[in-house]
T-cell receptor, first 111, second 113 residues
Framework: GQSLEQPSEVTAVEGAIVQINCTYQTSGFYGLSWYQQHDGGAPTFLSY????GLEETGRFSSFLSRSDSYGYLLLQELQMKDSASYFCAVRDEARNTPLVFGKGTRLSVIA | DVKVTQSSRYLVKRTGEKVFLECVQD?????MFWYRQDPGLGLRLIYF???????EKGDIPEGYSVSREKKERFSLILESASTNQTSMYLCASSLMERTYEQYFGPGTRLTVT
């Protein structure tokens, strides 16, 4: 079967660094995507990792370890506007579906 | 900028009604997707399409059908709406080889009473 696990909620202080973890079990694996969704808004694509290692895009970075079936999203210099839900998503080859999403992590940034 | 639009932001229908949700994208994307989003359950794929007149079932297709007559338009149909189909419905699109990078519409919040 397939499963993605990510924490349901995370709280962090403005200006700090936060890491949102995602572990997955899939029959086939192509890569790990991350999406951000503000309350009342649409999910927006943040990053994609197909290979092991860290990808950096401004204040956001995403990491993948294929051998550990694990990835994380790292947010630095947190701002209040980063308060949102963050979803990891994988493509499960055996299920022939484009993407399977985790249930999301709600990040609250506090002053 | 990719733009994905959905026909309604809010919709209220009665049990048993036939419901049409429309989605249009303007970036010539091959792939289009319909999801429903419920609290605590994340995004679940209902149907997707890789090309005009093609459709594939996602994880929860029961009670839904889709239509893709034109490349830019993907419709979700609830043949006979039920209260358990009350949800947020999100449409998305992507390039053929980049299913990992999907662009979402604003969503339609459907309430079935």
């Amino acid at each position: 079967g397939q499963s993605l696990e990510q924490p349901s909620e995370v709280t962090a202080v403005e200006g700090a660094i936060v890491q949102i973890n995602c572990t997955y079990q899939t029959s086939g694996f192509y890569g790990l995507s991350w999406y951000q969704q503000h309350d009342g808004g649409a999910p927006t694509f943040l990053s994609y990792n197909a290979l092991d290692g860290l990808e950096e895009t401004g204040r956001f970075s995403s990491f993948l370890s294929r051998s550990d079936s694990y990835g994380y999203l790292l947010l630095q210099e947190l701002q209040m506007k980063d308060s949102a839900s963050y979803f990891c998503a994988v493509r499960d080859e055996a299920r022939n579906t484009p993407l399977v999403f985790g249930k999301g992590t709600r990040l609250s940034v506090i002053a | 900028d990719v733009k994905v639009t959905q026909s309604s932001r809010y919709l209220v229908k009665r049990t048993g009604e036939k419901v049409f949700l429309e989605c249009v994208q303007d970036m010539d994307h091959e792939n289009m997707f319909w999801y429903r989003q419920d609290p605590g359950l994340g995004l679940r794929l209902i149907y997707f399409s890789y090309d005009v007149k093609m459709k594939e079932k996602g994880d929860i297709p029961e009670g839904y059908s889709v239509s893709r007559e034109k490349k830019e338009r993907f419709s979700l149909i609830l043949e006979s709406a039920s209260t358990n189909q009350t949800s947020m419905y999100l449409c998305a699109s992507s390039l053929m080889e980049r299913t990992y990078e999907q662009y979402f519409g604003p969503g339609t919040r459907l309430t079935v009473t």
